[in-house]
């Protein structure tokens, strides 16, 4: 767990939060507690093609939600969506190690205590085993989707900048759990993404240490299917974390020159789409080497 490729792949994972937070809901979260101009911003963002631009803008809107929280601290809505972003935020643009660490612990602190406020067996999560954790999931229903999914992002923000600790690493099999859960529960707006980040967990490991690459493989091709084709992050997770590991040169090559070839514009999904792309270029650059 504790190799390159586990940190490069959980990287890749919080990449795909960017455009899931932006698009599935997030932004009418915080419009909820606040105005309709955090619907428009979330959109803008999300359909932007210059990361950098978003990387230098976003901090303002961090700020923004912290202030809406000093006036609202026990709104789990708003929680939720400063969650979702301190998480995105970290995980994707913070390129200093101590200050990832500190961006996804605020974000963690936050998403604890919208999913403590909303769903109180939840509180407890911390102190309990993996069967007890499993079990306190099944009084969840929709009405907490956007907290789950919060704790989920925060989580393995979380888990990705403190790689180092067993302690949060033990926590991956949790949050797959509460990936699960979460399609159960959910509208279906971030079913693809999820079943990206559910094929990323179950295939960090290699099989003989528990990694199940065709439960994975079954994950990425349902999210190409729920995408239709528009968001090329699940065809990078694809080649990055089942066809490499597993030595699948045609596959892997076949995969990320589709996600070269296609147009990154789509409503909802650019900003992803051109993280995408860029990782897709780095990853054919290196396949000789690594192949």
């Given at each position: 767990m504790r190799t390159a490729h586990a940190y490069r792949v959980l990287k890749g994972l919080l990449v795909l939060f960017v455009v899931v937070l932006l698009n599935s809901g997030c932004a009418s979260i915080v419009s909820s507690a606040a105005s309709n101009f955090a619907d428009n911003l979330g959109a803008a963002i999300s359909?932007?093609?210059?990361?950098?631009?978003?990387?230098?803008?976003?901090?303002?809107?961090?700020?923004?939600?912290?202030?809406?929280?000093?006036?609202?601290?026990?709104?789990?809505?708003l929680l939720a969506a400063a969650a979702n972003l301190y998480a995105s935020y970290g995980a994707v643009f913070a390129q200093d190690p101590v200050r990832e660490a500190r961006l996804s612990s605020r974000a963690q602190r936050y998403a604890k205590k919208a999913i403590c406020i909303s769903y109180s067996p939840s509180c407890g999560w911390d102190d309990m085993?993996?069967?007890?954790?499993?079990?306190?999931?099944?009084?969840?229903?929709?009405?907490?989707?956007?907290?789950?999914?919060?704790?989920?992002?925060?989580?393995?923000?979380?888990?990705?900048?403190?790689?180092?600790?067993?302690?949060?690493?033990?926590?991956?099999?949790?949050?797959?759990?509460?990936?699960?859960?979460n399609l159960e529960i959910g509208d279906g707006e971030s079913d693809g993404s999820i079943n990206v980040f559910l094929g990323i967990l179950v295939t960090l490991r290699p099989p003989a240490l528990g990694g199940q690459p065709e439960k994975g493989r079954e994950y990425f091709e349902r999210a190409m299917e729920i995408g239709g084709g528009h968001d090329l992050s699940a065809?990078?997770?694809?080649?990055?974390?089942?066809?490499?590991?597993?030595?699948?040169?045609?596959?892997?090559?076949?995969?990320?020159?589709?996600?070269?070839?296609?147009?990154?514009?789509?409503?909802g999904y650019t900003l992803a789409n051109v993280l995408a792309q860029q990782d897709a270029a780095e990853l054919l650059s290196s396949a000789d080497d690594f192949f």
């Open positions: 359909n932007q093609n210059d990361p950098e631009l978003v990387r230098d803008g976003a901090p303002a809107y961090l700020l923004m939600l912290d202030s809406l929280l000093e006036g609202s601290p026990d709104d789990p809505m085993d993996y069967e007890s954790f499993v079990a306190s999931l099944a009084g969840l229903t929709n009405k907490h989707d956007d907290v789950v999914y919060a704790y989920g992002v925060s989580s393995l923000a979380y888990i990705r900048a403190h790689s180092e600790d067993w302690n949060a690493l033990a926590r991956l099999p949790h949050m797959e759990a509460l990936l699960i859960r065809k990078l997770e694809y080649a990055r974390s089942y066809a490499r590991p597993l030595y699948e040169r045609e596959l892997h090559d076949r995969l990320l020159n589709e996600v070269l070839a296609t147009d990154a514009e789509f409503p």
